[in-house]
């Protein structure tokens, strides 16, 4: 398999100045009919090379040059391109290709979902559609014309405006859409199917009035209120914050059950998987909602952060991905609670992004190479490159973070451009030398921070050493320092601010959080006028995305009761837990008997009697970390000692607060209707935190609590809640409450995928059985990516104890379903690779059971390029 470098990086021979597309929409074959306008680069004038255009699964017709058909000895066609020689300086050419989107189990280029017509040509999913230079680089204006059966395809939808449309005497009909904005092909769609619309409209603050639509199947009308809610919201938002208008008349967003991703950010035509459209409050959970807030803000934003301004290549991904993850982060930490929002990013990010830095397969945000670009839409591009942008607007601030935007659109728009040009203009607009910063981009790594401090009564000065480690990573042997913006406060013994000064400061110090710079691999940093021993908070807010090692049990004890910075509070409180659950996973393995710490029951109490205060930080307060935190922790991984450990400490907790648990359940039940506001979520996270811990300590009332609350609840948050614990109860009537949940909610897809991760998901000692046979479900698709995640995606990624039992059945389990969806999705199949690839940290055993299962795909004839790379990689 070929590798893209980086380093190999030259501007395109030619341009496509415009495209005009004619799509003859069949049962059979589908007809794409392409009219390019082409000329030379002038910035690579002096390449006298021929047209290279690629292009993959397509059966081509004709080609013509400036009108005139061309014989087929003029041109040469391989598998993956369509080469002409010969041409001139500016020239058209029109390509008939037929394709077959009814075939079409990829999921990329056109294709079928649900009977109707969809696109998706990130990343190079154009080239499946027809032959075009399919590279970011190349930026175009499209006109496309759909022609379509109009009974069974009412609506023709593509980008930018619709322009004209009409009737065929055969039962065809036709419209045609005209984009303004020049574009990638990557940012193509159309979609032609029978759809409904539930239709808003949103004025802008320039007064110009823009039709939106969200276009489902029938029957899904009632279940679009909050994405397009919340895209309003994001429209509004991204005016008033960022000063960015929407740019055409229409606004358009598809819903699609098979989707490779979670949407597209297409131009003014975006494309969905329906989870992250379709909810009302019987079907969606309170995360779904949040899910749908997010992303539909997201793809929104996208309209300027990659669509307006979009990326020269693809090693510049971060560049669009990183900046906006850190936009719809924003845009959903100002909808409801900052902190509780940081929580759950930081959260993710150390779940997901962690682990790939740790791992074989780290790379830096902007990777240097790859054999799949579709391998690279990683937690390390999203999320760690929106922690880089965050740290940007750290050190810059508000104001001059949004000089910056304004400077890189003021600069870029319309442009292709690389994460150079977007810190560049940071660094202008804010007037701050952001080179070392830039390591963020090219190095790959967590770096681990230890700190180490002196105070001297006599002097009231105080010191801190900031040490910071980064381990190498392939390719990687030795990195230089990161550049960290640290936010600290510092807390009196009393618990309170104390105010900041620095050595050398002039202005008297002021209590609250201070922004220190660390640019070295050690840095001192001297305070004066401290007037007592202070309790340093560190990395408030999550400033920088490192690990702290070494800060004392009883300090975090303390910052879990005291720090003012709510997201410093909650992590202290983790940290202590993860301490005390880690001392239990050793007693486990040693056989001792295991005590509860009875101060972090103590805490549990004194936050579930604060609860009412803010119920949604209390019920992040009061989880333990998860399975796979602790993992993390572990120079070599017991999964059934970490899993004895937390449920013991489960039980402990319920024991020791029943009373309090119990009321807090009562108290917190949900009287009114359901609605996804902050404060009810809040309530509802509360509860159902109270219910979990109760149902821990495995009594009979808490089971009848749990079967209870599954049958009757009025919404799928809490309904869901509960039968997740329940899932993990052995008995009869886990299986009757998962039955009749089947029966009820057997139509709708998404509820269906719940059932399917709910099960997979399960610590009982049967569950890769049942995975097994769930495969066999006539309600399992292999083809279907959401199916496919909530099954198998859900053992292998969500389920630690069963995916890493001792045998390696569950990694054999994961290698025969990718090697059975690799011919039908590689992308699906590439993705699903990944935990085979966390096995540094097993034990021998079932290192090497991990790697047999890696080979065994590797073992494939005619694996697909991006499973190679994952499988391969792996194994290094
Ligand atoms: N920009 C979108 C990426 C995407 C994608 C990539 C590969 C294969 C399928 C895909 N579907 C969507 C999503 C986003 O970040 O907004
Ligand atoms: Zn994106």
Same mark, same amino acid.
């Given at each position: 398999?070929?590798?893209?470098?980086? /380093?190999?990086?030259?501007?395109?021979?030619?341009?496509?100045?415009?495209?005009?597309?004619?799509?003859?929409?069949?049962?059979?074959?589908?007809?794409?009919?392409?009219?390019?306008?082409?000329?030379?680069? @002038?910035?690579?004038?002096?390449?006298?090379?021929?047209?290279?255009?690629?292009?993959?699964?397509?059966?081509?017709?004709?080609?013509?040059?400036?009108?005139? +058909?061309?014989?087929?000895?003029?041109?040469?066609?391989?598998?993956?391109?369509?080469?002409?020689?010969?041409?001139?300086?500016?020239?058209?050419?029109?390509?008939?290709?037929?394709?077959?989107?009814?075939?079409?189990?990829?999921? /990329?280029?056109?294709?079928?979902?649900?009977?109707?017509?969809?696109?998706?040509?990130?990343?190079?999913?154009?080239?499946?559609?027809?032959?075009?230079?399919?590279?970011?680089?190349?930026?175009?204006?499209?006109?496309?014309?759909?022609?379509?059966?109009?009974?069974?395809?009412?609506?023709?939808?593509?980008?930018?405006?619709?322009?004209?449309?009409?009737?065929?005497?055969?039962?065809?009909?036709?419209?045609?859409?005209?984009?303004?904005?020049?574009?990638?092909?990557?940012?193509?769609?159309?979609?032609?199917?029978?759809?409904?619309?539930?239709?808003?409209?949103?004025?802008?603050?320039?007064?110009?009035?823009?039709?939106?639509?969200?276009?489902?199947?029938?029957?899904?009308?009632?279940?679009?209120?909050?994405?397009?809610? +919340?895209?309003?919201?994001?429209?509004?938002?991204?005016?008033?914050?960022?000063?960015?208008?929407?740019?055409?008349?229409?606004?358009?967003?598809?819903?699609?059950?098979?989707?490779?991703?979670?949407?597209?950010?297409?131009?003014?035509?975006?494309?969905?998987?329906?989870?992250?459209?379709?909810?009302?409050?019987?079907?969606?959970?309170?995360?779904?909602?949040?899910?749908?807030?997010?992303?539909?803000?997201?793809?929104?934003?996208?309209?300027?952060?990659?669509?307006?301004?979009?990326?020269?290549?693809?090693?510049?991904? /971060?560049?669009?991905?990183?900046?906006?993850?850190?936009?719809?982060?924003?845009?959903?930490?100002?909808?409801?609670?900052?902190?509780?929002?940081?929580?759950?990013?930081?959260?993710?990010?150390?779940?997901?992004?962690?682990?790939?830095?740790?791992?074989?397969?780290?790379?830096?945000?902007?990777?240097?190479?790859?054999?799949?670009?579709?391998?690279?839409?990683?937690?390390?591009?999203?999320?760690?490159?929106?922690?880089?942008?965050?740290?940007?607007?750290?050190?810059?601030?508000?104001?001059?973070?949004?000089?910056?935007?304004?400077?890189?659109?003021?600069?870029?728009?319309?442009?292709?451009?690389?994460?150079?040009?977007?810190?560049?203009?940071?660094?202008?607009?804010?007037?701050?030398?952001?080179?070392?910063?830039?390591?963020?981009?090219?190095?790959?790594?967590?770096?681990?921070?230890?700190? /180490?401090?002196?105070?001297?009564?006599? +002097?009231?000065?105080?010191?801190?050493?900031?040490?910071?480690?980064?381990?190498? +990573?392939?390719?990687?042997?030795?990195?230089?320092?990161?550049?960290?913006?640290?936010?600290?406060?510092?807390?009196?013994?009393?618990?309170?601010?104390?105010?900041?000064?620095?050595?050398?400061?002039?202005?008297?110090?002021?209590?609250?959080?201070?922004?220190?710079?660390?640019?070295?691999?050690?840095?001192?940093?001297?305070?004066?006028?401290?007037?007592?021993?202070?309790?340093?908070?560190?990395?408030?807010?999550?400033?920088?995305?490192?690990?702290?090692?070494?800060? @004392?049990?009883?300090?975090?004890?303390?910052?879990?009761?005291?720090?003012?910075?709510?997201?410093?509070?909650?992590?202290?409180?983790?940290?202590?837990?993860?301490?005390?659950?880690?001392?239990?996973?050793?007693?486990?393995?040693?056989?001792?008997?295991?005590?509860?710490? @009875?101060?972090?029951?103590?805490?549990?109490?004194?936050?579930?009697?604060?609860?009412?205060?803010?119920?949604?930080?209390?019920?992040?307060?009061?989880?333990?970390?998860?399975?796979?935190?602790?993992?993390?922790?572990?120079?070599?991984?017991?999964?059934?000692?970490?899993?004895?450990?937390?449920?013991?400490?489960?039980?402990?907790?319920?024991?020791?607060?029943?009373?309090?648990?119990?009321?807090?359940?009562?108290?917190?039940?949900?009287?009114?209707?359901?609605?996804?506001?902050?404060?009810?979520?809040?309530?509802?996270?509360?509860?159902?935190?109270?219910?979990?811990?109760?149902?821990?300590?495995?009594?009979?009332?808490?089971?009848?609590?749990?079967?209870?609350?599954?049958?009757?609840?009025?919404?799928?948050?809490?309904?869901?809640?509960?039968?997740?614990?329940?899932?993990?109860?052995?008995?009869?009537?886990?299986?009757?409450?998962?039955?009749?949940?089947?029966?009820?909610?057997?139509?709708?897809?998404?509820?269906?995928?719940?059932?399917?991760?709910?099960?997979?998901?399960?610590?009982?000692?049967?569950?890769?059985?049942?995975?097994?046979?769930?495969?066999?479900?006539?309600?399992?698709?292999?083809?279907?990516?959401?199916?496919?995640?909530?099954?198998?995606?859900?053992?292998?990624?969500?389920?630690?104890?069963?995916?890493?039992?001792?045998?390696?059945?569950?990694?054999?389990?994961?290698?025969?379903?990718?090697?059975?969806?690799?011919?039908?999705?590689?992308?699906?199949?590439?993705?699903?690779?990944?935990?085979?690839?966390?096995?540094?940290?097993?034990?021998?055993?079932?290192?090497?059971?991990?790697?047999?299962?890696?080979?065994?795909?590797?073992?494939?004839?005619?694996?697909?390029?991006?499973?190679?790379?994952?499988?391969?990689?792996?194994?290094?």
């Amino acid at each position: 398999s070929r590798v893209i470098r980086l /380093s190999d990086y030259r501007a395109p021979d030619f341009l496509i100045d415009s495209v005009e597309l004619v799509f003859d929409l069949g049962e059979e074959d589908t007809r794409v009919t392409a009219h390019l306008a082409i000329r030379r680069n @002038p910035e690579a004038l002096d390449r006298p090379a021929g047209l290279r255009l690629e292009g993959e699964a397509l059966r081509l017709l004709s080609v013509a040059l400036d009108g005139e +058909s061309l014989g087929e000895n003029r041109y040469r066609v391989s598998d993956d391109a369509l080469i002409v020689d010969g041409v001139g300086e500016a020239f058209t050419l029109d390509v008939v290709t037929l394709i077959r989107p009814q075939d079409n189990t990829e999921l /990329s280029g056109l294709y079928k979902s649900g009977g109707n017509f969809c696109t998706q040509c990130e990343a190079e999913g154009f080239r499946r559609i027809t032959y075009f230079l399919d590279r970011p680089d190349v930026m175009t204006r499209f006109t496309t014309t759909i022609r379509a059966e109009a009974k069974r395809y009412p609506v023709l939808l593509s980008n930018g405006n619709p322009v004209a449309g009409g009737e065929d005497p055969d039962g065809r009909h036709w419209a045609r859409w005209v984009d303004p904005h020049p574009k990638p092909s990557y940012l193509f769609a159309l979609v032609a199917g029978d759809l409904t619309a539930v239709r808003d409209e949103f004025i802008t603050r320039s007064g110009r009035t823009v039709s939106l639509a969200i276009w489902v199947r029938r029957g899904d009308e009632d279940k679009c209120g909050h994405a397009m809610a +919340s895209l309003k919201n994001a429209m509004a938002w991204d005016e008033r914050v960022f000063g960015l208008e929407y740019d055409l008349d229409v606004f358009n967003i598809v819903a699609v059950s098979d989707f490779n991703m979670g949407a597209m950010e297409n131009k003014g035509l975006n494309i969905f998987n329906t989870k992250y459209v379709l909810a009302k409050p019987e079907t969606a959970t309170d995360a779904d909602y949040q899910g749908i807030e997010s992303v539909i803000g997201h793809e929104y934003f996208h309209n300027w952060t990659g669509d307006r301004v979009t990326c020269r290549d693809w090693f510049q991904l /971060s560049l669009k991905e990183g900046l906006t993850v850190f936009r719809d982060q924003q845009f959903s930490a100002d909808q409801g609670s900052p902190a509780v929002k940081r929580i759950s990013d930081v959260r993710t990010l150390r779940a997901r992004q962690f682990p790939e830095d740790f791992g074989p397969l780290a790379h830096p945000v902007r990777p240097e190479s790859y054999i799949e670009i579709n391998n690279f839409y990683t937690a390390t591009v999203y999320e760690k490159g929106a922690e880089v942008v965050r740290m940007i607007h750290t050190l810059l601030g508000p104001d001059k973070f949004r000089k910056g935007m304004d400077l890189y659109f003021a600069r870029h728009d319309n442009q292709a451009v690389t994460i150079e040009d977007f810190v560049s203009a940071m660094q202008d607009a804010g007037g701050v030398d952001l080179s070392r910063f830039k390591r963020w981009y090219s190095q790959a790594g967590t770096p681990e921070v230890t700190v /180490s401090e002196r105070y001297h009564p006599e +002097s009231r000065r105080y010191e801190m050493t900031f040490r910071q480690q980064t381990a190498p +990573s392939p390719g990687q042997p030795v990195k230089d320092p990161f550049v960290l913006p640290i936010a600290i406060g510092l807390l009196s013994p009393e618990g309170r601010e104390m105010p900041i000064r620095l050595d050398g400061e002039e202005a008297e110090g002021r209590p609250g959080t201070r922004v220190l710079t660390m640019t070295g691999m050690e840095q001192t940093f001297r305070f004066i006028d401290v007037a007592e021993p202070p309790t340093p908070s560190l990395f408030r807010g999550f400033s920088a995305p490192v690990k702290v090692k070494g800060v @004392p049990l009883d300090r975090l004890k303390f910052l879990a009761a005291h720090d003012g910075d709510p997201f410093a509070r909650w992590e202290a409180g983790q940290q202590a837990a993860t301490r005390h659950l880690l001392d239990l996973v050793h007693a486990w393995r040693r056989g001792e008997a295991l005590t509860a710490d @009875p101060d972090l029951l103590d805490a549990s109490r004194r936050t579930l009697a604060g609860g009412d205060a803010d119920p949604a930080f209390a019920a992040l307060a009061l989880g333990l970390p998860a399975e796979s935190a602790l993992a993390d922790e572990m120079a070599v991984v017991d999964v059934e000692a970490i899993h004895a450990a937390r449920q013991f400490l489960r039980g402990e907790i319920g024991r020791a607060l029943g009373t309090e648990l119990a009321a807090t359940y009562e108290r917190l039940t949900d009287k009114g209707s359901y609605r996804p506001t902050p404060a009810a979520i809040g309530a509802r996270a509360l509860r159902n935190a109270s219910l979990s811990y109760l149902s821990a300590t495995g009594t009979a009332e808490a089971k009848a609590l749990l079967v209870a609350q599954a049958e009757t609840a009025g919404n799928m948050t809490d309904t869901l809640a509960a039968l997740g614990l329940l899932g993990d109860v052995e008995g009869p009537e886990r299986a009757a409450v998962f039955q009749d949940f089947y029966e009820r909610w057997q139509h709708d897809d998404l509820v269906i995928d719940k059932w399917f991760a709910l099960q997979a998901v399960s610590s009982l000692p049967e569950t890769l059985e049942r995975c097994r046979s769930l495969l066999a479900h006539p309600a399992f698709d292999l083809r279907n990516p959401n199916r496919v995640r909530s099954l198998i995606g859900a053992f292998s990624q969500g389920n630690q104890l069963r995916f890493h039992e001792a045998g390696g059945a569950g990694y054999a389990f994961l290698a025969e379903q990718i090697i059975a969806i690799d011919p039908l999705n590689a992308t699906m199949a590439a993705r699903l690779t990944q935990p085979l690839g966390a096995w540094k940290r097993q034990d021998a055993a079932r290192q090497s059971l991990m790697r047999l299962a890696l080979e065994r795909i590797l073992a494939v004839a005619g694996l697909s390029k991006g499973t190679f790379e994952m499988a391969s990689k792996s194994l290094q």
